[in-house]
């Protein structure tokens, strides 16, 4: 059996003011290169220029575009961050990149009552320790953990990796629906369809 989930129309989201999208690049761009942003507020990556690990700024920014206002009908938000990785990448240190993550979660999750979702990268032989300090600390502050990994038989044409989906409760608490499941994947032009191992159309 597979499963391909209906999506979602980010321009559309953004329009209707639901989507708050900051571009890394361009921000990056505009604090190395320019005098001082254009809307004279700190820009999300002042830290950039400063050469420091304050996050300040960064979380300042998440938390008041989050923050709905009172004709705000939407609500518990979702916060992504893609990915965390390239914050250790420009000079932050893993204990200021863990509390900046923090934070956004007291804020999102806590106050704001939604969720916060969080890409990092790991490989079993990586020999960049502040990067699997983070990826630990995170898998063992999370509810539930998304593993995406090629096959270990290699490239095939029909089956592009498998994802392993591996809830996180306390083992009291846990049911049967809790135990980890794992699906692979295909990434076609403008989606991506899931199915049980072993259940890809190639095979059957």
């Avoid at 804020?107 to 979702?117: A, H, P």
């Avoid at 699906?183 to 095979?203: E, H």
């Amino acid at each position: 059996m597979s499963f391909c989930p209906q999506g979602v129309s980010l321009p559309a989201a953004k329009e209707r003011g639901q989507l708050v999208f900051l571009e890394g690049l361009k921000s990056c761009f505009e604090v190395l290169f320019k005098e001082e942003p254009p809307t004279g507020q700190p820009s999300p990556l002042q830290f950039i220029r400063e050469g420091g690990s304050n996050l300040k700024a960064l979380y300042e920014f998440v938390r008041t575009s989050l923050t709905p206002s009172e004709s705000d009908s939407w609500k518990c938000p979702v916060l992504l961050v893609d990915d965390v990785s390239v914050l250790l990448s420009l000079g932050m240190r893993p204990v200021d990149v863990l509390d900046f993550i923090h934070y956004c979660r007291a804020t999102v999750c806590s106050q704001l009552k939604g969720n916060v979702v969080v890409l990092v990268h790991s490989s079993e032989n990586s020999d960049d320790t502040e990067n699997e300090l983070v990826v630990n600390a995170l898998c063992h502050q999370s509810n539930l953990i998304l593993w995406a990994e090629g096959l270990a038989t290699g490239y095939c044409k029909d089956i592009h990796g498998q994802l392993k989906i591996i809830p996180r409760r306390p083992a009291e608490l846990s049911t049967e629906r809790d135990l980890p499941r794992t699906y692979q994947y295909k990434i076609q032009d403008r989606n991506v369809t899931f199915f049980a191992r072993g259940m890809s159309a190639a095979v059957l």
